[in-house]
């Protein structure tokens, strides 16, 4: 697993991997990760369903509960696809700016 820390936010990917695999990892490396805000990116997967995003609702649930940011980058799925309660982008930098404006939102506690 790769971690590429920026200031607050950690960019999390791993190239030839399985996606339960790769949960297996996210999982395991999360106490490690849990105080950033996360952007997941899933580029290295050649296809993805919405059922493989519902995948990472639990670990998305438990950090936007402790009031950080996680986002799923990947343009395989269509975001209409995608619950509301987990958050999809199909761009790295979408997801900063996602980030960006969370962290606003919190600072302003709205």
Same mark, same amino acid.
């Given at each position: 697993?790769?971690?590429?820390?920026?200031?607050?936010?950690?960019?999390? !990917?791993? @190239?030839?991997?399985?996606?339960?695999?790769?949960?297996?990892?996210?999982?395991?490396?999360?106490?490690?990760?849990?105080?950033?805000?996360?952007?997941?990116?899933?580029?290295?997967?050649?296809?993805?369903?919405?059922?493989?995003?519902? @995948?990472?609702?639990?670990?998305?649930?438990?950090?936007?509960?402790?009031?950080?940011? !996680?986002?799923?980058?990947?343009?395989?799925?269509?975001?209409?696809?995608?619950?509301?309660?987990?958050?999809?982008?199909?761009?790295?930098?979408?997801?900063?700016?996602?980030?960006?404006?969370?962290?606003?939102?919190?600072?302003? @506690?709205?």
């Amino acid at each position: 697993m790769i971690f590429d820390k920026d200031g607050n936010t950690t960019i999390v !990917f791993q @190239e030839k991997i399985t996606l339960a695999e790769f949960l297996k990892n996210l999982n395991e490396a999360y106490p490690r990760i849990k105080d950033d805000h996360l952007i997941i990116n899933l580029f290295s997967f050649s296809s993805l369903t919405a059922n493989d995003i519902l @995948e990472f609702l639990n670990i998305s649930n438990k950090h936007r509960g402790r009031r950080k940011s !996680f986002v799923l980058v990947t343009n395989k799925v269509a975001y209409d696809e995608t619950p509301d309660e987990i958050c999809v982008v199909p761009t790295l930098q979408e997801a900063r700016d996602i980030i960006e404006m969370e962290e606003i939102e919190r600072d302003l @506690e709205l």
